[in-house]
């Protein structure tokens, strides 16, 4: 379940409200501005956090080998490494002599 920005912005008044009314008490007060600065960070987090996620599944489509970009690049390393002469050996595996 997602918060939504209104809901982080009423917890940030209701924040700001409570240090007003803590004025006299230093401690306090400073308690309740850590708190909205806290809340703020969650905001600024959860908008770039948006912006990454597509970034991400990108880079998944890209490691998992769904990406349509390139699809040619790994037949053609393969063929490469066919074409490998390794001299006396007789097989792919390394165990083969």
């Known amino acids: 379940m997602a918060i939504t920005n209104?809901?982080?912005m009423k917890k940030m008044m209701e924040e700001l409200r409570?240090?007003?009314?803590k004025q006299d008490d230093t401690y306090?007060?400073?308690e309740h501005i850590r708190?909205?600065?806290s809340l703020c960070d969650l905001m600024l987090e959860s908008e770039s956090t948006s912006t990454?996620?597509?970034d991400e599944s990108v880079e998944w489509q890209k490691m998992v080998?769904?990406?349509n970009t390139n699809k040619n690049a790994p037949l053609e390393n393969q063929k490469?490494?066919?074409d490998v002469d390794h001299g006396?050996?007789?097989g792919d595996s390394i165990f083969d002599f």
């Not at 409570?18 to 009314?21: D, G, N, Q, S």
């Open 18 to 21: 409570r240090a007003l009314e």
């Open 6 to 8: 209104h809901v982080v």
């Open 35 to 37: 708190s909205v600065r």
């Open 65 to 67: 080998g769904k990406s």
């Open 52 to 54: 990454t996620v597509a």
């Open 80 to 82: 490469l490494e066919k």
């Open 88 to 90: 006396e050996a007789n």
């Open 28 to 30: 306090l007060a400073r």
